[in-house]
């Protein structure tokens, strides 16, 4: 008996594989089936061929779905594929995959990055005194940036950096000097617009700071920004002045601007701002959701849909599970099971293969929930393996509601509750500290439901995080 307990303690806490551990690693585990693909074909196709790291890729290539397998022991590993090398000389390879790695990440980046290409074209051609070739380039990416609809911060950017590299480091004449001045007036021009848009952006980011902090803060960073706000009639500057006088107005301000540009009519936005806008959004009208104003219902589920919506988002970025689950548990706060269910059936493939499955089933107890099927919730909870402990989490949230809907005598209740304190307690060091206060006063109300109401209501009126504070409140009127 004891020797088996022994064998089962050995099982039960075998290390994490070492390799995992590294540098090299944590790239490749974000990678998808594309991105694997392509990065095969570069480095077979690199002009800096090594058959180590070749061979090193090819070890790790046939394993991609599953990288934190034990078979990653560096100790094993090497015995196992390069015996004739030392421990250190395989990590000097791992170091060489990784910078090919890098360096193929680099270069899909620049894929889709025309202006930071034409930008290192240009300044290339510079120095190499092509200058012919190098104003080519530079007309060919101003004529591309006039023309391109897309709203991005970044752009201007480039075009601006490249036009003060063509003033400073090409080669010129009196009779040039007054193309230079046109150059120049252009110049001031750009900067100031641009100027005025960052500007707006970080001003915006300080005042979403003050907002956040509890404590107060001598530094007034939105004041020395404002004077290099200027009024402009460009499409970017109306929805970045939109978004910094919401939360100069501490959300007094209902963004129409961006509402009405970036959701209803499709405007083309590149990713930093798609998700810069989601999120600014997003917090406007739960802000005014949790406060029991239903007129922003519809607009909080079209924000959402909408985020996700664009098949380019999905070509560039899987969606993490806890946006997945945060997006389904607002869509069943407002009664939208039927959205979310549509929400799933899109988006599920994009989620981490890790954690799909547990990410699913979570979702689907929420929606379970808001139907009324409190049944299927405890069905759900008692036959899924929830290896994340913030999926743990919400599935135990969730089962606490369902077995009050039920009708559990008080023992259970208190027994689930128990459960909940003692994993948050556990699991103290895997959970980010928000959650442990936000599920811990869930569950100090979720007590306080059963035997004292009277505390109940006391905890729903200090101005505090609580999980479910919409659910205890009803249950507190029942």
Known sequence: MIVCHLWWHKLLFIPAPDMQKS???????VLDDQEWKALAQYIYRSEEQRVDVNELFKCIHQYRQDLSHHRFQIDQF????????????LQNVMSLLYQKVLDFLVSQELKDQ?????????????KKKLYAEAERVAKRSNAKSQSDSTLDLWSPYFNLHMRFHRLYNSQWNASDLKNRMALIKELIQAFRLWASQFSMTLAS?????????????DLDMHKELEPFILPASDLLSRVLEDQYMMLKLDFGHEPKVIYDTVVHQECDISEFLKQLFYSRLLSFYLHYVRQGNADYHDQL???????????DFHATVNITSGRFISDISILCFIDRSETAEAYIKRNENYLSKEYQPQTI???????????????QVQTAFNTT??????HKLHAYNNLLKAAYELGEESEDLFRHSRNLEAFISRNKSNLPKSLHSFFGHFNKGYRYLIKDRKK????????????DRKWLSIKLEE
């Open 301 to 311: 589920a079209e924000v959402i849909l909408w985020s996700v919506s664009l098949d």
């Open 385 to 390: 393996l929830f290896k994340d402990p913030v």
């Open 78 to 89: 090497r015995e196992k594929h390069f015996k004739a090398k030392t421990k250190k000389q």
């Open 114 to 126: 025309s202006d930071v290409r034409d930008l290192l074209l240009h300044n290339h051609l510079v």
């Open 205 to 217: 980011e300080f005042l979403l700071y003050q907002r956040l902090q509890s404590e107060p803060t």
């Open 361 to 375: 089933a979570v979702s689907r107890m929420m929606i379970d929930f808001s139907e009324g099927d409190f049944s």
């Open 456 to 467: 109940l209501a006391d905890l729903l009126s200090q101005e505090i995080a609580i999980k």
């Open 23 to 29: 540098k090299l690693f944590r790239c490749l585990m």
